[in-house]
């Protein structure tokens, strides 16, 4: 196979690749599983040095012998040699050919509405992350791009708005923070009808669940804050294509707009990877047992899980995941707004906090924290209540994780 996606062949003329003696065969890599590849794709030992692990390459340019004659880094914002080695072992883990890291989960997604032009359309779903709706309402709406939102749990919904103008389908599977699953295969069809792009936000399901790319995304996009850091200490997002074109459009786009991560951010996420499949097996395991704890609890009304049998699109999730991960959404009998304020503010090793994916178990309230800026008439339609609780549960023992949870609701 091709090792395209080790290089970086749109910027330079010379291959940023300098394979050492120590290097692994790279088309090796690419047939290996998941976890050898989370360790050792697109990391080598340091031609200089040896050290086994990747340097922090802290500078912003690098020397030339001659006018043209370097070693495949001019200048950080276009290349940084750290972040370099983690956009190639992130395009592997995503089985994808081209990765490129920026700033932010939404520098990310910056950079994919960046590539359509004034009049185009994209259907997202309507049940995301909080952000990214701002981000189409607020900053592109007002450069002429049309976004819909609808249920994409239902594809006719998408298939009704399909027309010459739509060039994006975008799509949170599993989403937030209702954990409702969208089939990403039935959503490449319809944009292989018309022509458009499909992009998977695969923050919450990472490339250890669920590769989009193989079920006919062309693009997945990464808040890498989030489980593939792992560990609550860095903001940092990325996207993964494997098509040529928009590979090329992707890194003009980071280059020129320069929303790039720096190259200690991305040592970390780098150090994160490579225990992702570790951590994501054992967000699992206690997903399960906390989802299976809440649904059998006299004070819990519905339980949010794609894990359960009863979740309405649970065979899609079976098809397209490995496993169900730890993010769990609820909402308490009676729906009061005080009681779940209450529960958030008992619980003691869960902690009140936005974000997810970390080794700690933490809490949040959609409808005051993450979904805040999202009217309440169109949050309440997606199920965004005023009793919902979303958990992102960690790698803790799960034993103490529910006992937690039990001292607080029994305070109720
Ligand atoms: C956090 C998050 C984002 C935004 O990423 P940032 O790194 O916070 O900019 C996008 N999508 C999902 C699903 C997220 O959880």
């Known amino acids: 196979m091709e090792k395209v996606y080790l290089t970086r062949k ?19 890599i690419l047939i290996m599983k998941f976890g050898t590849k989370a360790i050792h794709a697109g990391v080598q030992p ?45 395009a592997a883990i995503e089985n994808g050919k081209y990765g490129a890291c920026f700033g932010s989960g939404l520098a990310a997604i910056d950079c994919v509405i960046k590539m359509l032009n004034p009049g185009d359309e994209v259907i997202s779903t309507n049940d995301l992350y909080g952000g990214s709706y701002r981000i189409f309402k607020t900053i592109f709406e007002k450069y002429g791009i049309k976004f819909h939102f609808v249920n994409m749990q239902n594809p006719s919904e998408v298939d009704a708005l399909l027309n010459e103008k739509t060039k994006l389908i975008w799509v949170e599977t599993p989403t937030n923070p209702m954990m409702n699953i969208v089939d990403i295969k039935a959503m490449s069809n319809l944009a292989k009808k018309i022509g458009a792009m499909l992009a998977v936000d695969n923050t919450f399901a990472t490339p250890y669940l669920q590769t989009p790319l193989d079920l006919g995304a062309d693009i997945v996009m990464h808040s890498a804050t989030k489980y593939l850091g792992g560990h609550s200490d860095i903001v940092m997002g990325a996207l993964v294509t494997s098509n040529d074109n928009i590979a090329k459009e992707m890194y003009r786009i980071q280059n020129s707009s320069g929303a790039v991560c720096g190259p200690m951010d991305s040592f970390l ?88 994916g970390g080794v700690e178990s933490l809490i949040g309230h959609p409808a005051t924290m993450t979904h805040a800026s999202i009217p309440k008439e169109v949050r309440e339609q997606s199920g965004v209540v005023d009793s919902l609780i979303r958990l992102s549960v960690g790698i803790e023992d799960a034993e103490d994780l529910i006992n937690d949870l039990e001292e607080a609701l029994g305070k109720l």
Not at 324 to 334: A, E
């Open 269 to 356: 996420v780098l150090r994160g990877i490579k225990t992702l499949h570790l951590r994501m097996q054992r967000h699992s395991e206690n997903g399960a047992l906390v989802a299976n704890f809440l649904k059998s609890h006299s004070k819990i009304d519905k339980v949010y899980w794609p894990g359960f049998e009863t979740h309405p699109n649970h065979e899609v999730a079976k098809a397209q995941m490995k496993d169900f991960g730890g993010m769990i959404s609820f909402t308490l009998k009676g729906n009061k707004l005080e009681d779940a304020l209450e529960i958030v503010k008992k619980v003691e090793l869960f902690a009140l906090a936005e974000s997810l």
């Open 46 to 90: 340091d031609s200089a040095t040896g050290a086994i692990m990747t340097p922090i390459y802290q500078t912003s340019t690098y020397v030339q012998e001659g006018v043209g004659n370097h070693k495949g880094y001019e200048y950080s914002r276009t290349l940084n040699p750290t972040r370099h080695a983690l956009e190639k072992n992130l």
């Open 10 to 28: 749109f910027f330079s003329s010379t291959s940023v690749q300098q394979e050492t003696n120590y290097s692994i065969n790279f088309a090796k």
